[in-house]
């Protein structure tokens, strides 16, 4: 049973830390757990091995610092030894960029001699 509890409160941490939708638990489910039953905390390792992304190490130890405090505000303290509760971090990352579609007000056409030069919006990478 205090594996499921792991598990759980593994869940909810990174939903609360990553996202901004409205995670639904069923009711009932998760009734015998209490954060306050425990008392010391680690965090399980995060693999980081398949990342191009550069900040992703910062952003994990972003977490780990933010998730600390807030246990920390609990009562819980970190014992990497011999922990009551484990916090697994299960973390996706998108590479995305970041687009913009330009326009005479910001991107006016030059004129380059061509009788037939026409200016058309366009999707430009910005970030």
């Known amino acids: ?13 990174g939903f609360m830390s990553c996202t901004t939708t409205n995670v ?15 008392k010391t905390y680690s965090f399980l ?3 980081q ?5 550069p900040a992703f190490s910062q952003s994990v130890v972003y977490l780990k610092k933010e998730i600390a405090k807030q246990l920390a505000a ?8 011999s922990p009551e509760l484990k916090i697994n971090l299960g973390i996706v990352i ?8 330009t326009n005479l007000a910001t991107d006016p056409f030059m004129y380059t001699g061509q009788r037939n030069y026409t200016w058309s919006s366009q999707e430009i990478v910005v970030n």
Not at 1 to 13: C, G, S, V
Not at 24 to 38: C, M
Not at 49 to 53: A, G, I, L, R, Y
């Open 1 to 13: 049973m205090r594996k499921l509890n792991y598990i759980w409160l593994a869940l909810i941490l």
């Open 24 to 38: 639904i638990v069923e009711p009932g489910v998760y009734d015998d757990f209490n954060i306050a039953d425990y």
């Open 45 to 47: 390792e995060v693999d």
């Open 49 to 53: 091995s398949n990342t191009e992304v």
């Open 74 to 81: 609990r009562g819980l303290s970190e014992d990497p030894s």
């Open 94 to 101: 998108e590479n995305k960029e970041q687009t913009r579609e």
